[in-house]
């Protein structure tokens, strides 16, 4: 059994965890920590932590400062690579870009990391929100709308799982439910096929959601619009905006499913 309680065995890299654990441990909204303050996130000792913040300054993914050590934008490219490898985005960008236009209201796509959805791609339109999002910001899944979908489309033993794990996300929300009124959430979810998060992330943010299927007909992200709650009443994102979504959110699976069954040519 390796540090943490992870699982172990002959071909376990346990150094390679401890780098992760290390680049984990920087929070949004934190321009730079400290060794101490990296130390007690990750239970690692100071000269574990002290070895391990070296490498990763000598391999560019971080740079000492005043304060101590912040990431680099070479981070970036982890997560980046992920993306491109799947092809979402060039996938799905006309289809965002569209659904952007015809609504005049920012969209996203994520999927679930643990108890988190993760952006995975952002179309945005110029307003003032609560929370800022990027490709690579996370929250707690089930105060978003995305969440709710992406919960809901798991079945019942990957759920338990997935709601076991911590949130990385750094964000308390509004909206934090018992067992019972999320198992009541994600039921209305399954029986619509999109879900409403009203402010239940934080004040002013109201959203949309549906899942986005691929070929086998399998929930594998979400797609949104996002509104200024100030602006865009519940009424209006459910009669004008969520039959927009829904097209959408169906035109991407549909244009999945046919890159997917493309045959690769080699040779």
Request: hydrophobic share 45%.
């Amino acid at each position: 059994m390796s540090d943490n309680g992870r699982g172990a065995g002959p071909d376990f890299i346990e150094a390679l965890a401890r780098g992760l654990d290390v680049l984990r441990s920087f929070r949004p909204g934190c321009p730079s920590t400290t060794l101490s303050e990296i130390a007690t996130a990750t239970g690692l000792a100071r000269p574990t932590v002290r070895r391990i913040l070296i490498t990763l300054e000598a391999l560019g993914y971080v740079r000492a400062v005043d304060r101590g050590f912040a990431l680099t934008p070479r981070v970036l490219e982890l997560g980046m690579a992920y993306v491109n490898a799947l092809n979402m985005w060039d996938i799905a960008r006309p289809h965002m870009k569209r659904l952007v236009e015809q609504t005049n209201e920012s969209t996203s796509m994520a999927q679930l990391d643990g108890s988190d959805v993760v952006y995975v791609a952002r179309v945005a339109v110029p307003k003032i929100v609560t929370l800022a999002v990027t490709i690579g910001t996370r929250f707690p899944a089930p105060a978003t709308s995305m969440g709710k979908v992406l919960l809901a489309a798991l079945p019942p033993a990957a759920l338990t799982a997935v709601l076991a794990e911590p949130t990385r996300s750094g964000i308390t929300p509004r909206w934090q439910p018992s067992p019972g009124e999320l198992d009541t959430a994600l039921r209305e979810v399954r029986a619509k096929g999109w879900a409403l998060a009203d402010q239940d992330l934080a004040p002013g943010i109201r959203s949309i959601a549906t899942g986005v299927r691929d070929g086998d007909g399998k929930v594998v992200a979400a797609l949104n619009v996002t509104v200024h709650a100030a602006e865009t009443s519940v009424e209006t994102l459910l009669e004008e905006h969520l039959p927009k979504l829904l097209r959408a959110a169906a035109d991407i699976g549909h244009d999945w499913a046919l890159t997917a069954a493309v045959p690769v040519v080699t040779g």
